[in-house]
């Protein structure tokens, strides 16, 4: 079956790095997706990795290990508005996404 | 970028009526548009594959009939969750991806809160 794992949830503290990792197991891969997601909010798109390597963007960077099934999403500088819920979702052969359950990340000051 | 709206944002029902939420792609054309059903602290959960102009295609286990999603332009997608009971109340999100993006990019709507009473 497919599977995509990540860990319930994480807590860091403002100021400092995470990084939130990701492992799948899917018939094909089309491309990586990571998104946040706020209580009661829908989600909002954060990367996209396709081929291997690092993608930054700001303060988020996004890896990806397609050998490895394992892609990772680092937050810099942890602000408290970083408080959500990351999900990482894979695209498999058949163009479908496969969500993960999500990451909570909870920020202390 | 590009926006998705739903509306309702809340809605509010008693057990055996009828509620149909509305998805709009605002400033493009979506020939697909998904409609996604999450539980309080769990992952979103695919319902169905909106697809313009033709049937929707429906995920294993969800009840075709009681869900009815219709996709009759190509910036408007309607799920209607007929004779609602307590156990549909959920948040229901929509989504779209826009054409010509290369990176199959989502965008969802604001997502609408069902509580049937």
């Known amino acids: 079956g497919q599977n995509i794992d990540q860990p319930t949830e994480m807590t860091a503290t403002e100021g400092a790095i995470v990084q939130i990792n990701c492992t799948y197991q899917?018939?094909?891969?089309?491309?990586l997706f990571w998104y946040q997601q706020h209580a009661g909010e829908a989600p909002t798109f954060l990367s996209y990795?396709?081929l291997d390597g690092l993608e930054e963007k700001g303060r988020f960077s996004s890896f990806l290990s397609r050998s490895k099934g394992y892609s990772y999403l680092l937050l810099k500088e942890l602000q408290m508005k970083d408080s959500a819920s990351y999900l990482c979702?894979?695209?498999?052969?058949?163009?479908?996404?496969?969500w993960g359950a999500g990451t909570k990340l909870i920020i202390k000051p | 970028g590009a926006v998705v709206s739903q509306h309702p944002s809340w809605v509010i029902c008693k057990s055996g009526t009828s509620v149909k939420i509305e998805c709009r792609s605002l400033?493009?054309?979506?020939?697909?548009m998904f409609w996604y059903r999450q539980f309080p602290k769990q992952s979103l959960m695919l319902m169905a594959t909106?697809?313009?102009?033709?049937?929707?295609?429906?995920e294993q286990g969800v009840e075709k009939d009681k869900f009815l999603i219709n996709h009759a332009s190509l910036t408007l997608s309607t799920l209607t969750v007929t004779s609602a009971h307590p156990e549909d109340s959920s948040f229901y999100i929509c989504?779209?991806?826009?054409?010509?993006?290369?990176?199959?990019?989502?965008?969802f709507g604001e997502g609408s809160r069902l509580t049937v009473l």
């Open positions: 909106s697809n313009e102009g033709s049937k929707a295609t429906y």
């Open positions: 979702a894979v695209m498999d052969s058949n163009y479908q996404l496969i």
């Open positions: 899917t018939s094909g891969f089309n491309g």
């Open positions: 990795n396709v």
């Open positions: 989504s779209a991806s826009k054409p010509g993006l290369d990176t199959g990019e989502l965008f």
């Open positions: 400033d493009f054309q979506a020939t697909t």
